[in-house]
């Protein structure tokens, strides 16, 4: 199963140093990153949209 991460740097309930320290721990785990807080859906939806299909599309899912 294809994985990506996220990773919102104005988030402070996971401050994006932490973030990027755990994704660090994860062979194989790059974050993406973008604006936005911990809840991106309400802030930048149309950003995180075009992510998601992005993602979508490069897993080849249809």
């Known amino acids: 199963m294809p994985t990506e991460f996220l990773l919102c740097r104005q988030d402070r309930m996971f401050p994006a140093d932490f973030q990027r320290r755990v994704v660090r721990e994860r062979p194989g785990f790059t974050p993406d990153e973008m604006d936005g807080g911990h809840l991106p859906a309400l802030g930048h939806s149309r950003e995180l949209v ?3 299909e992005a993602y979508r599309t490069a897993a080849g899912v249809h």
């Open 50 to 52: 075009e992510r998601l």
